[in-house]
């Protein structure tokens, strides 16, 4: 069964560091999203791409994040330099659109 | 953002009843609407969908009803299983049509 790759499942990292997270979508899926979910909150979209262009990163601080995909196939999430506050599941979802979205399992990061 | 709410944030059942998750979302334009379950550590999973021009739509023990005039679904579970228990959030597609909103979720828990 086709599902949304992510990885690393798990992130620590210090404050101030760099960190980056990559997503696979399912095959043939046009729309990619980064969501970031705090723990006992449910997702919150930082950015959307169709194709290799951003759709809506409204939600994105851009000051420390950043996301690309740039042959509209995986993508990548930035955050430099990395905050306490950052602590969250960033998961990647993909769909065809105006269809659901497959979720992958998320990176797990933790900024000490 | 849209506003996504669910009406109890923690729900108990024992085994082999049914259970009913509500939830109600603010955006009238929205036209599709999601439920996934989500387990500890892991990504929301896709349960079932439904668009606006339906109220009811049915599963594997699952149906969700759409009210369109109060702005509310919910998710009806037959049968409940130990393996049901799991964060369940509703999400809607709000004004752009091809993104998600989540609301906090529901925490089932079956009592075997």
């Known amino acids: 069964e086709a599902e949304v790759a992510q990885s690393p499942r798990y992130k620590i990292t210090e404050k101030s560091q760099a960190v980056a997270f990559w997503c696979d979508p399912i095959s043939g899926h046009a729309t990619l999203y980064w969501y970031r979910q705090i723990l006992g909150q449910g997702p919150e979209l930082l950015v959307q791409?169709?194709?290799?262009?951003?759709?809506?990163d409204s939600q994105l601080p851009k000051d420390r994040f950043s996301a690309e995909r740039l042959k509209g196939v995986d993508s990548t999430l930035k955050i430099q330099p990395a905050e306490l506050g950052d602590s969250a599941m960033y998961l990647c979802?993909?769909?065809?659109?105006?269809?659901?979205?497959?979720f992958g399992q998320g990176t797990r990061l933790t900024v000490v | 953002g849209e506003s996504v709410g669910l009406h109890l944030p923690t729900l108990s059942v024992q085994e082999g009843d049914n259970s009913i998750i509500n939830c109600a979302y603010s955006?009238?334009?929205?036209?599709?609407f999601i439920w996934y379950k989500q387990e500890s550590g892991k990504g929301p999973q896709f349960i079932i969908d439904?668009?606006?021009?339906?109220d009811k739509r049915q599963g594997q023990r699952v149906t969700v009803l759409l009210n369109k005039t109060v702005k509310h679904l919910s998710l009806q579970i037959a049968a409940t299983q130990p393996g049901d228990s799991a964060v369940y959030f509703c999400a809607e597609n709000g004004d752009t049509g091809n993104q998600f909103y989540f609301g906090t979720g529901t925490s089932l828990t079956v009592i075997p």
């Open positions: 955006n009238s334009a929205s036209d599709y």
């Open positions: 979802a993909s769909s065809l659109l105006g269809r659901e979205a497959f």
């Open positions: 791409f169709q194709d290799e262009s951003v759709v809506d």
């Open positions: 439904i668009r606006s021009n339906m």
